[in-house]
């Protein structure tokens, strides 16, 4: 007997948002519940006391134990993640990217104006920066390659800012979300948030996965369908469908990474 | 007593605020403009001044000079886009931010775009800059429509913002507006934000609502005045009453004096 398997997609963007039948219907009631969850937490926490600055949370106080040191978080690893997410907002919007370093690097400079980390790269002698050009091609590359077309019906955003205020602005929860596609108005799930990161994925990234769903899900009130994360250092992609469970899982990891944050200061 | 209301960003929580909009509406008739007027004629000023809701919003402190970027060029592309794509529904929204890009730098080519325009800027920036700038304009039109499209009512991309200039008193005042709905006689005005709304953003909206009544021909106010920051998440709205409209014309006469005083002690 022959079996036949249903064929793997041919890019990450195919494989981002599935079937289009499968889809279930858009869910607006699951976000004031982990809401409730997230305060009650916050409350258990930091009590009646209002801190002098607000905690803020992001992707990357999930991302490790503090105590662990994560390369990708030098500045050579930073400099090479925002070039590589230039290269996807190009792409986003159907720019063909041959130049993949220097056209980066263009869009970088006019994006940030000044910035500490456009002066940890101007201070880069010529063998760094002839390094870190080689660098962010070979991740590029890797990123135009599987990437694929990115259907314009598909409303396409790049770099999408999120931030959240939570107990009276005590905590604030910010992300950024570097690729979203689909409607939060369609009757259906349709929203599917892409992440792009130049490290190789593990634990880390799969709770970066999840907080992207949560913070998405607190700002628009609509559960997205499914968080992604591609590595353009391995070439491989994590895909992961967004349910209660995984947002009640996030929203654990946040009240945790901030407990850290209230004993470490 | 002002009529500031916090909601949370969603469909039905947007349409109820459209929904519930006063009836009863403030009109402002020539007296109150003569008034007016009077006042930012008292703050003598040797520059024209111009005014709008952001710079209430920062207490008249003024930030360092304009410059175009990919973030400060979006919402003229994106809303512009967004029109476009209400007449030609056949395009996308990168087609659509596409063709308006095109057509400033036409504009530029043709020799029309004077130094320090958009069309300007946009013509000496190199091919991936304009890849980022398309990429922004992109970001602020789809979540423009994508608002607009979870309205139950009729809408439409306004065509510019409001501008009122005050008679002999050397004053340019400038609402923002992005949306307007209009439901039997009566107008609702959405404004669309970046970051998050802060203690300010009440008075910044009342000063956006002002605006825009004085620069209606028969001065009469929209019902409502919402602002939107999807970033947060959330939605805050003045109506068109009489105490909003004055505390929005407060707003922006004490601005005027901070920037004046400000000019006086540098210069002193």
Avoid at chain 1, 66 to 86: A, F, H, K, M
Avoid at chain 2, 61 to 88: M, V, Y
Avoid at chain 2, 105 to 113: F, N, V
Avoid at chain 2, 185 to 197: K, Q, Y
């Amino acid at each position: 007997m022959t079996l036949l398997t249903s064929p793997s997609p041919r890019c990450a963007i195919e494989a981002l948002r599935g079937e289009r039948t499968l889809r279930p219907l858009a869910d607006t009631t699951t976000a004031s519940g982990l809401r409730s969850v997230l305060e009650d937490g916050i409350y258990q926490i930091l009590g009646t006391s209002k801190p002098p600055a607000p905690h803020v949370v992001r992707a990357s106080s999930l991302r490790q134990n503090p105590q662990t040191t994560d390369i990708s978080l030098s500045p050579l690893g930073r400099i090479r993640g925002v070039l590589v997410n230039q290269v996807l907002r190009l792409l986003s919007v159907g720019v063909k990217v041959e130049r993949p370093f220097d056209e980066a690097l263009l869009a970088w400079r006019l994006d940030a104006g000044t910035s500490e980390l456009l002066t940890s790269l101007d201070r880069l002698d010529s063998d760094e920066m002839a390094r870190l050009a080689t660098d962010v091609t070979a991740h590029s590359i890797t990123l135009i390659r599987s990437l694929g077309d990115v259907p314009a019906r598909w409303l396409p955003r790049s770099s999408v800012r999120a931030t959240q205020l939570l107990s009276g602005g005590s905590v604030i929860l910010r992300d950024v979300i570097d690729l979203m596609v689909g409607s939060t108005s369609s009757p259906v799930a349709s929203v599917a948030l892409f992440d792009v990161t130049t490290s190789p994925l593990g634990e880390g990234a799969e709770r970066t996965m999840r907080y992207h769903a949560l913070v998405q899900t607190l700002r628009s009130s609509v559960v997205p369908l499914r968080t992604s994360t591609f590595s353009t250092a391995t070439g491989e992609m994590w895909s992961l469908d967004v349910d209660a469970e995984l947002l009640l899982r996030s929203a654990n990891e946040v009240l945790s990474a901030l407990e850290s944050m209230t004993k470490s200061s | 007593m002002t009529t500031l209301l916090h909601r949370r960003h969603t469909a039905p929580g947007l349409n109820e605020l459209i929904e519930s909009a006063p009836r009863e509406r403030a009109s402002l008739c020539d007296d109150h403009r003569r008034s007016l007027a009077a006042r930012f004629r008292a703050i003598a000023s040797v520059d024209h001044r111009r005014l709008d809701a952001w710079m209430v919003e920062q207490a008249g402190k003024s930030g360092g000079g304009f410059r175009w970027s990919p973030s400060t060029a979006r919402r003229t592309l994106g809303n512009a886009a967004l029109r476009r794509l209400t007449h030609e529904t056949n395009l996308s929204m990168i087609e659509a931010v596409n063709d308006e890009l095109m057509d400033q730098l036409l504009r530029a080519a043709a020799g029309h775009a004077r130094r320090g325009t958009l069309a300007w800027w946009l013509a000496g920036i190199s091919h991936a800059e304009l890849g980022l700038v398309s990429a922004e304009a992109v970001n602020w039109a789809t979540q423009l429509v994508e608002i607009a499209r979870s309205l139950d009512f009729e809408w439409k991309v306004s065509s510019s913002d409001a501008y009122y200039d005050v008679a002999r008193a050397r004053t340019t005042l400038r609402g923002r507006r992005d949306l307007e709905i209009v439901r039997d006689d009566a107008r609702v005005i959405v404004r669309l934000r970046s970051g998050s709304p802060g203690k300010s953003a009440g008075p910044g909206l009342r000063s956006d609502l002002t605006i825009e009544t004085l620069a209606h021909p028969d001065g009469l106010a929209p019902a409502r005045m919402i602002g939107i920051w999807p970033e947060a998440g959330v939605c805050l709205s003045v109506d068109g009453t009489m105490d909003d409209l004055r505390s929005g014309a407060r707003d922006l006469v004490r601005t005027a004096v901070v920037q004046q005083r400000a000019k006086t002690s540098i210069a002193a």
